[in-house]
């Protein structure tokens, strides 16, 4: 009957959680989550043994977006309730000068905790991860009102970009040094498979507003980037001029050709995860890690291009293309043919980047969490947590407090409101329970959309436009913990 019991209550939250995409903020402070130690090193869940389950790996999804929402940008139209528009006037008050888009997933292959005699937990790890981080400008949308600025100040399109594709392979460590003080670290072998980083990526749009110059047309570019991958490439043709991108296919169609070259990349780096724990007078625990703290060498087709150009636009003199239109374009080319290649040979040769396959080195978009955790009653604890992500010389923050209890021995449950992507209607929920050996754990840091698919109310399709983070974890533990479970709620 007990057994009964606790199937009927996980398929109540496996309903709750049956779509959505994670941060893994939500499961800072679950107990009994081993996956809480890929936040924190210094963190022990008690267990003796865990392994996660190769056969159906566990993964992290997590989407956001600091701009607009689907409530900034589409508006029912007046007095037609049941016909929409999009909202420029919106999204434009929505946007910042910088606005990120931000993609990240990580998908285990296996991973290894034991625990020893003397309060140490030694851990082995294989995982892939992918991390997509895209800033656009304002000015984008600024341009529908034209390029004219009375004070002259530009339109300023900056654009930012880190794309990383690579596998970690890690072992760590962590030791109860006293009942009070824990600490972590994790040495990580990184491979990398592909990168694209612009750390600059900019065109500045000036337009003269003095008398004498009102139509002239001044544009300065600053371009710094970076790509490699395992896959060659090519930008230029044999003459080295732009020629759009070429991609070698011989690996994708034949790929045991190079076989060892998925196996084993030529991009490698180290990286490392860095935690520490105290409990501060039983009740509240202090807690801080650093993670993917490191640097990927890329060394497999390399290409690093840069360029800075100024171009001054001051208008066209149509008197020299007529009467002479068939000299440079061909017989019977047109007005409008000979002028648009005359701007294209121009603007070519102008903006012709410097292009270098040449090596370089990128840093890992490292993370810090700042928590604590303050123990109200052997079932029950309040958290909190600061987590920082640094890209392209930018601090990402986000801030999350919690309620965690346990429903039963080995059973975590946790609520959470955060604050992050400029949003703070993010409201998520998690879950691990476990029947003998096994442990199922589903984690959101937004429940808009899951709730949005079970229930169609007002209240969550309001939820589901405002939001502007989208993210879900899943997965299946092996666990053998011994009898060293805090007490639970219904035990």
Request: aromatic share 14%.
């Amino acid at each position: 009957m007990k057994i009964f019991k606790h199937i009927i209550i996980v398929s109540i939250f496996t309903a709750l959680y049956s779509s959505g995409f994670s941060q893994r903020l939500n499961s800072y402070w679950m107990q009994h989550l081993p996956q809480s130690t890929y936040l924190n090193p210094a963190k022990q869940t008690g267990c003796k043994i865990f392994i996660d389950i190769p056969v159906l790996p566990n993964f992290d999804i997590n989407l956001n977006h600091s701009g607009f929402n689907i409530n900034d940008a589409i508006k029912p139209r007046p007095y037609m309730p049941d016909s929409f528009m999009i909202d420029l006037d919106g999204i434009e008050t929505a946007l910042k000068t910088g606005n990120d888009i931000n993609l990240e997933t990580e998908f285990s292959i296996l991973n290894i905790g034991v625990t020893l005699k003397n309060d140490m937990n030694i851990s082995f790890g294989i995982n892939y991860k992918m991390s997509e981080y895209f800033q656009y400008p304002k000015a984008l949308i600024e341009l529908r009102r034209g390029n004219y600025r009375p004070n002259g100040t530009p339109l300023s399109f900056a654009f930012k970009q880190n794309f990383d594709f690579y596998r970690e392979i890690y072992v760590g460590i962590s030791k109860k040094i006293n009942p009070e003080l824990s600490v972590g670290a994790k040495l990580k072998y990184l491979s990398g498979y592909a990168n694209i980083k612009a750390s600059k990526m900019s065109v500045d749009w000036y337009t003269n507003t003095a008398d004498d110059g009102m139509y002239e047309w001044t544009f300065n570019s600053d371009f710094n980037i970076k790509a490699a991958s395992i896959i060659p490439w090519n930008f230029t043709d044999s003459a080295g001029q732009i020629n759009g991108v070429e991609v070698d296919t011989t690996l994708i169609s034949n790929p045991t050709s190079d076989l060892s070259s998925f196996i084993f990349p030529k991009n490698t780096g180290l990286g490392v995860d860095l935690g520490i724990e105290y409990n501060l007078a039983d009740r509240l625990l202090l807690s801080a890690s650093l993670i993917d703290f490191g640097f990927i060498s890329w060394k497999t087709s390399p290409t690093v291009m840069t360029q800075q150009a100024t171009f001054k636009f001051s208008g066209l003199d149509i008197a020299k293309y007529i009467g002479n239109l068939n000299d440079t374009t061909g017989a019977n080319a047109s007005l409008g043919d000979k002028i648009k290649n005359d701007i294209i040979d121009t603007l070519t040769n102008v903006f012709n980047p410097d292009i270098a396959k040449t090596s370089y080195k990128t840093s890992l978009n490292s993370k810090i969490y700042l928590g604590a955790d303050l123990k109200i009653t052997n079932w029950l604890d309040a958290g909190f947590l600061y987590r920082g992500i640094f890209f392209n010389k930018n601090l990402l923050s986000s801030y999350t407090f919690s309620a965690n209890t346990n429903f039963f021995k080995a059973w975590s449950y946790s609520v959470s409101y955060s604050i992050m992507n400029a949003s703070a209607n993010n409201i998520g929920m998690g879950l691990a329970y476990k029947i003998g050996p096994w442990q199922m754990y589903l984690i959101t840091d937004n429940i808009a959309v899951p709730f949005w698919t079970v229930n169609g109310s007002a209240f969550a399709d309001n939820m589901l436009k405002n939001t502007k983070s989208v993210n879900f974890s899943f997965g299946f533990n092996f666990l053998i913990c011994g009898n060293k479970y805090d007490i639970g709620l219904m035990e």
